[in-house]
């Protein structure tokens, strides 16, 4: 167990370092130069100077690479060019207000999608099982944005029962308080997501129903029902972790389109920010902190599955 | 040895053509694809003959009839600038279909030729391009094409297709990739390698035909995925020139007008990228029905 978590681990670093290397020079690939991007075509020879050597880039591009890591991995997310202050000090806050609406959204998306899966694999070609599926499915593939500007048109202007901004206008910006205004924009990223973990709990229950050990419960006198909760749900939730954990980089390229529909401070604005204002220090720190959430996420599922699956488990320490 | 190993191609050409045949009838009887096939249809015509049936050219504006109602006239009403939503919506038709086709295209070439030479030749050449690729898919879709356009200062349509379709390469090479890996232990691949034939030839004359099911299913399913990625990154006005009728840029630029209850601008184009978008998936859960991969 211990080497196959230590292997997992290792992989995570490669994929790290690949990912790194990928965001340094994606941002490089043109040949023109940062700073006169950055400065704009009226900007002097000495201006440009300037400007390199304070963000230095007049350094071989090696160089600026293996500074760039060092200072990664020393916590330090450079400076941003357009604010002209430390990337984190715009970043952390923006991933704490995008972390609670990915929160708010999980704690939602995760027990509708599996009880969704749970329920259309019990009525099998029934309606409700079309509808689940089908449905599921094709919300799945409508972007978020168009989610969100629809579902501001139906609740928060015609109906006008929910807020229509993610955060609280007046008082005090708790999590608590927060709670009624991130209903709307969960509620886009569950219609895109439910669709994929709720077609994969659905295939796993099913086969888990029709597997021997459910057989033998059923025929030990056990009724459909408590079969399905005690037998069934431990070995079928098994494939749910895996497909919830590779939907989190969906779920992080989904909070970009959301937030800025509901005008939220999260990261995704703040990317979005950077995207438009060339301000590489705080789009690569970003892209690097969006990638290590992901991989960790990876990485815990991994453990989770090997953990809680006793023919991996048992492989494993072979 | 010549006649025998044709013998065994025929053979497989045969049964091919019946699996083929099969399909189709299961296909013509399936009806979410029948659906899917019916919308997407009305929409590929939209695109070709759209500019036609637009009552308005899609960028003239009349400041006389600003944000009015659907009407007769107006059959979808008009925008802040006095543009014909109608007209709008018919233009951008054909962008986003061009764009997500191209995209895809473009992912399904590159990535299917790496998957078909990691699947076939192992090795490091596999280790290494997997572990880039898994890297690649580790950064959300949307952030890398996000990353790419302001590396390369992109506001054009050209710029964002070519993003799409290298973001797209590698989960399309790990499909293909696990197909190939299978087939490439049957006898058709070791006599093809006995006959001496080529490695290209192997590649795209033997394996590929082989392993097509999974590219097709593979290349509905990003095309969904394409027309999702496009439609996003020009609502968030990334990689879009100014002024485009990309259904995503129109709500951009007018759901802000639906607090005052101006609604259609930003309805019309939006029921556009869910209905074009749905009718893919139905046409891609249709084929991985039948196809079974």
Do not use: C
Request: without cysteine; positive net charge.
């Amino acid at each position: 167990m211990k080497k196959y978590i230590l292997n997992r681990l290792g992989l995570s670093v490669v994929t790290m370092f690949i990912v790194a290397t990928i965001v340094f020079f994606l941002t490089r690939i043109l040949p023109g130069n940062v700073a006169r991007r950055y400065l704009g075509r009226s900007a002097t020879e000495e201006d440009l100077v300037k400007f390199n050597a304070k963000f230095g880039l007049d350094e071989p591009l090696l160089t600026q690479f293996y500074r760039w890591l060092r200072d990664l991995l020393t916590g330090d997310l450079g400076t941003s060019m357009a604010f002209n202050k430390p990337a984190s000090e715009l970043l952390l806050p923006a991933i704490g207000y995008s972390s609670r609406l990915a929160l708010m959204s999980f704690l939602i998306i995760v027990p509708l999608s599996i009880a969704g899966g749970i329920v259309a694999a019990m009525y099998r070609g029934k309606l409700v099982d079309r509808f689940l599926t089908v449905g599921g499915l094709s919300a799945a593939v409508i972007p978020e944005f168009v989610w969100a500007v629809t579902l501001i048109l139906v609740f928060g202007v015609t109906l006008e029962v929910l807020p229509v901004t993610a955060f609280p206008t007046r008082g005090d910006p708790s999590f608590l308080s927060q709670i009624e205004h991130l209903i709307l924009p969960s509620t886009a990223l569950l219609l895109v997501l439910f669709g994929y973990i709720a077609r994969i709990t659905r295939a796993s229950v099913i086969e888990a129903l029709e597997s021997d050990y459910m057989r033998t419960a059923v025929l030990k006198g056990l009724s459909r029902r408590r079969a399905v909760v005690t037998h069934v749900l431990r070995n079928a939730l098994l494939p749910s972790i895996a497909v919830i954990a590779s939907q989190v980089p969906y779920l992080v390229g989904g909070l970009v389109a959301v937030e800025i529909v509901f005008n939220y401070p999260g990261f995704g604005t703040i990317l979005r920010d950077a995207v438009g204002g060339r301000d590489y220090a705080v789009l690569q720190s970003g892209v690097m902190l969006t990638s290590l959430v992901i991989v960790l996420f990876q990485l815990a599922a991994d453990i989770l599955f090997a953990v809680l699956n006793p023919r991996i488990r048992s492989r494993i320490s072979e | 040895m010549n006649t025998s190993s044709s013998a065994v191609r025929t053979k497989s050409n045969a049964e091919r053509k019946a699996i083929r045949a099969e399909r189709f009838q299961l296909l013509r009887r399936n009806k979410a694809f029948l659906v899917g096939a019916f919308i997407l249809s009305f929409w590929l015509l939209i695109a070709v003959f759209g500019s036609m049936i637009a009552p308005y050219p899609y960028d003239a504006m009349d400041f006389m009839a600003v944000s009015k109602k659907p009407s007769g006239t107006y059959w979808f009403g008009t925008n802040k600038l006095g543009q014909d939503v109608f007209s709008r919506v018919l233009a951008g038709t054909q962008l986003i279909v061009w764009m997500s086709f191209l995209a895809t295209a473009l992912g399904t070439i590159v990535g299917g030729t790496l998957g078909l030479a990691a699947g076939y030749f192992k090795g490091w050449f596999d280790i290494i391009l997997m572990r880039i690729l898994e890297a690649i898919s580790a950064i959300p879709v949307l952030i890398v094409a996000l990353l790419a356009i302001a590396a390369l200062d992109g506001q054009s349509s050209g710029i964002t297709v070519g993003v799409i379709g290298f973001v797209f390469a590698p989960n399309i090479a790990r499909t293909v990739r696990a197909a190939v890996l299978s087939e490439a232990e049957l006898e058709y691949v070791a006599a093809a390698r006995l006959r001496a034939e080529r490695t290209p030839h192997i590649l795209f004359k033997e394996i590929l035909p082989n392993v097509l099911p999974p590219i097709i299913v593979e290349f509905t399913v990003r095309l969904g995925y394409a027309i999702f990625a496009i439609a996003t990154l020009s609502f968030l006005g990334a990689g879009v020139e100014a002024g485009s009728p990309n259904w995503g840029s129109q709500i951009s630029e007018n759901w802000a007008y639906i607090f005052s209850n101006i609604w259609w601008p930003t309805l019309f184009p939006a029921i556009a990228i869910a209905s074009l978008a749905v009718s893919v998936n139905l046409i891609s859960d249709g084929l991985l029905e039948v196809f079974e991969v």
